[in-house]
């Protein structure tokens, strides 16, 4: 990770309270990645009414005789969303209690995840009472994915000390130019929009209707001719990072490790219609390289905005 410490330095409390955060919502991120994807595996299974009730199933927090492949695949669903909403709720009371320490804008944007995690209960909620309406559906993925590139962006912020911090360890990055952030930007865009309409032709069954009689393809035309846009604004990204300046290989690591993940996905994606969705395992995985390569994006964005600004702790102003 970058900011790693060497380890005899005396690191300072605030630069500590950072790395912890920036450890936690690496767990988050994780957690949120994993939300996606079993969120795509309950869905492939059609376990999405496995829990005819909400928040708990069957009336129980553990529906032990109702318990089955679709019935945990729900109930293991709400779990992470659970665990991800106490996670993000700790991290709010922390950014709070100890915001004389911390950026100003950290609890801010905590909140905006804990706030954005509690309409996704809400919209989970929906999608039951609502027996998985298509519009609801979408938009508890669009939320899921907001998430991880919020969260994703939010562990790189943290994990970049401020300029005024630990000076004799973290010297200035050159400046990454705007015409790359520009282009770092598009590519997160296009994938994220790829995402989307991915999930809207899977909530509407569009590609299983294609495949078996021919109808809604052009749902799946639409997602194959966004999918090339898409890739080809991450690989332009990832052709244009030697150009950047020296002293920023982090980022054209991540820049490459995004072309990787396309040429993942494409290959995925290609081996998903060939067996006619009906490898489970397959469709899932399409799924959540997806979710990655929105983290990874993010992260790349979040990265080529630079070091952050001194900190505004008042602790420190009259330090």
Same mark, same amino acid.
């Given at each position: 990770?970058?900011?790693?410490?060497?380890?005899?330095?005396?690191?300072?409390?605030?630069?500590?309270?950072?790395?912890?955060?920036?450890?936690?919502?690496?767990?988050?991120?994780?957690?949120?990645?994993?939300?996606?994807?079993?969120?795509?595996?309950?869905?492939?299974?059609?376990?999405?009414?496995?829990?005819?009730?909400?928040?708990?199933?069957?009336?129980?927090?553990?529906?032990?005789?109702?318990?089955?492949?679709?019935?945990?695949?729900?109930?293991?669903?709400?779990?992470?969303?659970?665990?991800?909403?106490?996670?993000?709720?700790?991290?709010?009371?922390?950014?709070?209690?100890?915001?004389?320490?911390?950026?100003?804008?950290?609890?801010?944007?905590?909140?905006?995840?804990?706030?954005?995690?509690?309409?996704?209960?809400?919209?989970?909620?929906?999608?039951?009472?609502?027996?998985?309406?298509?519009?609801?559906?979408? +938009? $508890?993925?669009?939320? &899921?994915?907001? !998430? =991880? %590139? /919020?969260? @994703?962006?939010?562990?790189? #912020?943290?994990?970049? *000390?401020?300029?005024?911090?630990?000076?004799?360890?973290?010297?200035?990055?050159?400046?990454?130019?705007?015409?790359?952030?520009?282009?770092?930007?598009?590519?997160?865009?296009?994938?994220?929009?790829?995402?989307?309409?991915?999930?809207?032709?899977?909530?509407?069954?569009?590609?299983?209707?294609?495949?078996?009689?021919?109808?809604?393809?052009?749902?799946?035309?639409?997602?194959?001719?966004?999918?090339?846009?898409?890739?080809?604004?991450?690989?332009?990204?990832?052709?244009?990072?030697?150009?950047?300046?020296?002293?920023?290989?982090?980022?054209?690591?991540?820049?490459?490790?995004?072309?990787?993940?396309?040429?993942?996905?494409?290959?995925?994606?290609?081996?998903?219609?060939?067996?006619?969705?009906?490898?489970?395992?397959?469709?899932? +995985? $399409?799924?959540?390289? &997806?979710?990655? !390569? =929105? %983290? /990874?994006? @993010?992260?790349?964005?979040? #990265?080529?905005?630079? *070091?952050?600004?001194?900190?505004?702790?008042?602790?420190?102003?009259?330090?």
């Amino acid at each position: 990770m970058a900011g790693a410490l060497p380890p005899n330095l005396q690191v300072p409390p605030d630069l500590q309270l950072r790395h912890r955060l920036a450890l936690l919502t690496s767990h988050l991120v994780v957690a949120l990645v994993a939300l996606v994807a079993i969120g795509g595996a309950t869905r492939v299974m059609e376990a999405g009414l496995a829990c005819p009730d909400w928040p708990l199933c069957y009336g129980r927090f553990l529906p032990g005789q109702q318990m089955n492949v679709q019935v945990f695949l729900e109930w293991f669903h709400r779990l992470d969303a659970f665990v991800v909403g106490v996670a993000l709720l700790v991290f709010v009371g922390v950014g709070v209690a100890l915001r004389r320490r911390l950026p100003t804008w950290l609890p801010w944007i905590a909140g905006l995840a804990l706030a954005l995690v509690a309409f996704q209960g809400a919209l989970g909620a929906l999608t039951v009472t609502h027996l998985l309406a298509s519009p609801l559906v979408t +938009a $508890h993925l669009a939320t &899921a994915l907001v !998430l =991880v %590139a /919020l969260v @994703s962006g939010l562990y790189q #912020r943290l994990a970049m *000390p401020p300029k005024d911090m630990a000076p004799e360890v973290f010297r200035q990055s050159p400046a990454v130019p705007g015409w790359w952030q520009a282009l770092a930007a598009l590519a997160l865009v296009l994938v994220f929009s790829q995402c989307l309409l991915g999930g809207l032709m899977a909530s509407q069954w569009a590609a299983d209707q294609c495949l078996a009689s021919g109808d809604a393809c052009q749902w799946l035309l639409a997602h194959r001719q966004l999918a090339l846009g898409a890739a080809g604004g991450v690989a332009l990204m990832a052709a244009t990072a030697p150009l950047l300046p020296r002293g920023l290989g982090h980022l054209q690591g991540l820049a490459f490790g995004a072309i990787g993940l396309v040429a993942l996905q494409i290959g995925l994606g290609i081996w998903t219609l060939k067996l006619e969705l009906a490898v489970p395992v397959v469709t899932v +995985a $399409h799924q959540l390289v &997806a979710a990655l !390569l =929105v %983290a /990874l994006l @993010s992260a790349v964005l979040a #990265r080529a905005l630079g *070091p952050l600004q001194p900190q505004p702790s008042k602790e420190l102003a009259h330090g």
